[in-house]
């Protein structure tokens, strides 16, 4: 079992910047894929980025790139989503989520709010 706690979320004004945490903890992460998801209200979970927890190897949706930064700190076993220019339609409840080759583990969510 992975348990995974979001953090960070808030309210900002459109162009800002927030940065998200993901901490982790139940096991050794080796092996293991780390992604950031994101709802909005009315729409279906959409994948934002991951990133593999030994390589660091990044991958981004398109509405990500550019913007988002996915990186991961082996000290505190924790996974950050830094995100910069933010726009109104990035207002939504992300996701953190963990597995090998699906994402199994979920954490609870953190909400955040992009005011125009």
């Known amino acids: 079992q992975v348990q995974l706690v979001e953090s960070g979320g808030g309210l900002v004004q459109a162009g800002g910047s927030l940065r998200l945490s993901c901490a982790a903890s139940?096991?050794?992460?080796?092996?293991?894929?780390l992604g950031w998801f994101r709802q909005a209200p009315g729409k279906e979970r959409e994948f934002v980025g991951s990133i593999t927890w030994s390589g660091g190897i990044t991958y981004y949706a398109d509405s990500a790139k550019g913007r988002f930064t996915i990186s991961r700190d082996y000290a505190t076993n924790t996974v950050s989503l830094q995100m910069n220019s933010l726009k109104p339609e990035d207002t939504a409840v992300y996701y953190c989520?963990?597995?090998?080759?699906?994402?199994?583990?979920w954490g609870q969510g953190t909400q955040v709010t992009v005011s125009s």
């Open positions: 989520a963990s597995g090998l080759s699906r994402f199994n583990y």
């Open positions: 139940g096991r050794t992460l080796t092996s293991y894929v």
